[in-house]
Antibody
């Protein structure tokens, strides 16, 4: 069974940093593209970042470019999102999502990030 | 940037009725790269339809997708109580890489 389990969310002050993790199991992690998608409270879905299977190709949404860094550890089946210079508008549930054929076929349960003083 | 506009914002129907949800793109979308998701309260999104019209694994055949170019439709032929949720369309493009519609809430009338 494919599983994606996010962790690392919490309360952080504006300007602070947080590192999210996503542990994958049930599939060959190193052969799949993965993404981070977020959802602000009561709002819709927003794509945040993409990383290719090897980690050699990375993309970001303009809203997080220069502040967030996506990375992966294929040996340990882990996906990361390093979030710096956090703002109130970054408050959201962050999901990791596996991509197949340019669609997100499996999602984690999400981890909540709250940016507030 | 391709903007996806979903309509209606909220759809009120009764179990057993037919639901038709629309997703309109600001520019032509490659059909292979148009997907639909269902999100129930407190849950992660679930892939329903990909390639505009192909059902994902395990999705009941009452769900169907159609359309091409800039106009896409998700149809639920006979609503089951578990179908009342929020539905999002999503496309793969260039910049940003992926975009979602704002969602349609399907509520019980």
């Amino acid at each position: 069974e494919v599983q994606l389990v996010e962790s690392g969310g919490g309360l952080v002050q504006p300007g602070g940093s947080l590192r999210l993790s996503c542990a994958a199991s049930g599939f060959t992690f190193s052969t799949y593209e993965v993404n981070w998608v977020r959802q602000a409270p009561g709002k819709g879905l927003e794509w945040v970042s993409y990383i290719s299977s090897s980690g050699s190709t990375i993309y970001y949404a303009d809203s997080v470019k220069g502040r967030f860094t996506i990375s992966r550890d294929n040996a340990n089946k882990l996906l990361f999102l390093q979030m710096n210079s956090l703002r109130a508008e970054d408050t959201a549930v962050y999901y990791c999502a596996r991509a197949v054929g340019r669609r997100f076929d499996n999602w984690g349960q999400g981890t909540l990030v709250t940016v507030s003083s | 940037e391709t903007i996806l506009t979903q309509s209606p914002g909220t759809l009120s129907l009764s179990p057993g009725e037919r639901a038709t949800l629309s997703c309109r793109a600001s520019q032509s979308v490659t059909s292979n790269y148009l997907a639909w998701y269902q999100q129930r309260p407190g849950q992660a999104p679930r892939l329903l339809i990909y390639g505009a019209s192909s059902r994902a694994t395990g999705i009941p055949d009452r769900f169907s997708g159609s359309g091409s170019g800039t106009d896409f439709t998700l149809t639920i032929s006979r609503l089951d109580p578990e179908d009342f949720a929020v539905y999002y369309c999503q496309q793969y493009g260039s910049s940003p890489l992926y975009t979602f519609g704002q969602g349609t809430k399907l509520e019980i009338k």
